[in-house]
């Protein structure tokens, strides 16, 4: 199978319903994420539509989990699951990466590890075109740890002198 058969745009994706009415009010704070901090012209990036399965396996193994990241800030993608957290636990954390797996738009947003960003995009120059344009978001994307601190207010300097940068 060519690989241009599930060519698609990250606006294609992010235009998709989920069934489940939680969820997709979950995935649309994402989208409304993505629009605040990508870049104009976003939603006609071409991706590939990579089922999970074919990405990381029905049951992705720990260490892909433990390094995977999606390119949008992690307090943002906390906050799009639940909006008045003020901490994540380690469980939480990995239960939010699998449901991010579970959805074409929040797959296509995958940077870490290389490898799966390189298959989601179609071509290792296609992801780094990608990572470049996305560089000012992969600033934020913190540690779980990190992450933590931020959301109680008690890590901010740091996180704020790379938001700002990014301005």
Do not use: C
């Not at 979950?26 to 994420?33: D, G, S």
């Not at 901090?37 to 193994?61: C, F, I, M, Q, S």
């Amino acid at each position: 199978m060519a690989m241009s058969e599930n060519l698609t745009t990250l606006g294609e994706l992010a235009d998709i319903q989920l069934e489940d009415e939680e969820n997709n009010e979950t995935l649309q704070r994402i989208v409304v994420a993505v629009e605040r901090n990508y870049p104009e012209g976003w939603r006609e990036w071409k991706v590939l539509d990579v089922p999970k399965e074919d990405l990381v396996g029905k049951k992705p193994d720990s260490n892909i989990l433990n390094k995977l990241r999606y390119a949008l800030p992690t307090v943002d993608l906390i906050k799009a699951f639940d909006e008045d957290a003020h901490s994540i636990s380690e469980e939480a954390f990995k239960d939010m990466k699998l449901s991010l797996l579970e959805w074409p738009f929040t797959r296509a947003l995958i940077i870490y590890p290389v490898t799966l960003g390189i298959k989601i995009r179609g071509s290792a120059a296609r992801y780094e075109l990608f990572s470049a344009a996305v560089d000012d978001v992969k600033r934020r994307v913190v540690s779980r740890e990190d992450v933590n601190r931020i959301l109680r207010g008690e890590h901010t300097e740091t996180y704020e002198r790379k938001r700002r940068s990014t301005s």
